[in-house]
């Protein structure tokens, strides 16, 4: 069944090319609205989102991660958390900042695809220098950045390449 939701599932693609149109302030706000109402685990939301709109912050940005396509974008949204904030699993010690980030970042980037914005999740940059161009303090990373803006190229209508879902589901154990 091709509900809504899979329809914009299917047309979210990562976009690499970027029209230098201003992203208008209240798409903005609706995408990061999107983030903050992402499920985290017990509801702890160890997250922030750093909004770097200014020319010379999104050049410094170039530095971490050198693609004229990610800096030049309107936008760039860094996902950061805050791990000594997040729910951790007694059985084993394991922080769920990243996951609970990650989550927020998804619901992002669906969010922007529905206002026909594009987003690409960047996680290839340079922690150190991301850190230092965005003044993050002790306790605080970076799960991932994404420039926001409208595309400057059609997204591919292909079918994405996905494994098969018969490949993807177990039955019952592992295999
Ligand atoms: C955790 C994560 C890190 C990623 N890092 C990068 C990156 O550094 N640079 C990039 O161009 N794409 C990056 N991507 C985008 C993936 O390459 C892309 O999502 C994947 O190829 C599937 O394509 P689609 O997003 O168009 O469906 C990343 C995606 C994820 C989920």
């Not at 899979?6 to 609205?33: I, N």
């Not at 989550?103 to 026909?116: F, T, V």
Request: aromatic share 8%; glycine share 6%; net charge positive.
């Amino acid at each position: 069944m091709k509900t809504a939701f899979l329809q914009l599932a299917e047309q979210r693609r990562s976009v690499r090319a970027y029209k230098p149109d201003p992203v208008p302030d209240e798409l903005l706000q609706t995408v990061l609205e999107a983030g903050r109402l992402a499920p985290s685990a017990c509801n702890k939301q160890p997250w922030r989102f750093i909004v770097v709109r200014d020319d010379a912050a999104r050049r410094a940005l170039g530095a971490a991660y050198a693609r004229d396509w990610f800096w030049k974008a309107p936008v760039v949204v860094a996902v950061c958390i805050l791990p000594k904030e997040a729910w951790v699993r007694a059985y084993d010690g394991q922080n769920y900042a990243m996951v609970d980030g990650a989550l927020a970042m998804d619901h992002m980037q669906l969010a922007a695809a529905e206002l026909g914005l594009g987003t690409c999740w960047i996680g290839a940059f340079d922690p150190a220098a991301a850190r230092a161009i965005l003044g993050l303090p002790d306790g605080v990373e970076i799960v991932g950045m994404t420039p926001l803006g409208y595309p400057a190229v059609e997204p591919n209508p292909r079918v994405r390449s996905r494994r098969p879902l018969a490949e993807t589901v177990m039955k019952e154990r592992w295999g």
